[in-house]
């Protein structure tokens, strides 16, 4: 095939699912409303959402029902070929049954309705027709009015696919704002990899401390400072008041600078050559605060202070890639 023709052919398919979503988009009514209020109660009485489907519709319910746990919605997925064999053990009186169909009379679901109709559970469907055998069994109906597959045969399921992974993102948002899910929560089920990383690192994990941290007071030399900022392999050394507050910094680049300027800098006094004012971070605050500076400021080197402004620590900019806060 042509590298052209390949190209044509992508854009195409992507241009029929873009015109399913926005189909979908326009056809959102008041039982998605309805839906969401459902979902909302089953989860605030410690329900949980149970997807099923089968095929192409059984692969989007696994990512679905992902999404809506990671987001502070707890979902599993009811195999639907084994769930006559013991696995309806997982519903529980007020749980909610989210059916995934697009043609709405896949026999498998079908055969599986009368055996749910047994629990004091409300049954969704995510289906292409209301008026499909899979609608009229459920409470309620999440249409997904797509009329064309990518396939060139209107057959193999890819924008249809899309659309029902559009819906059951945008429930998945609408129950996170609905029940008030935060970062903070978000963090909670996501500890590992760089998502929690960086919602849940702090910068005193992170900072140079004790032995690594240099701090002098204004009256010193720079030629002792100089030997502070050595024993503390530092490239920086933190100006301090009587009261132990931050009140400038001096840094390898100003000790170049100044040397340039001729003038005969390791007699001076800290006081006189620091960078008044410095910029600094909280302890508490995330480390992801300290990427942020160094992608915005020419600096090298961040203090950490306390919630008094003493200094208590030092994140060096050569310290973040190994962090992996990207």
Known sequence: MLERESIRIAREVIGIEIQALSHLRDSISSAFDQVVECLLHCINQNGKIILTGIGKSGNISQKIAATLTSTGSPAVVLNSVDALHGDLGIIQDGDVLLLLSFSGESDELIQLVPALKRFNSTMIAMT???????????????????????CPFNLAPTASTTAMLAMGDALAICLLKGRGFTETDFARFHPSGAIGRRLLMRIRDIMRKDRRLAMAGPAISVREALYLMTQAKAGCVCVTAEDETLIGIFTDGDLRRKILEGHGILEKCLGEVMTPHPICLNEHSLAVEALKIFDSMAIDDLVVVDDAGRPVGLIDSQDLPKLKLL
Do not use: D, F
């Not at 292409?128 to 990518?150: D, F, M, N, W, Y």
């Open 128 to 150: 292409k027709k209301s008026s499909s055998t899979i609608g009229r069994l459920c409470h309620h109906v999440l249409e997904i009015p797509v009329e064309q597959e990518a």
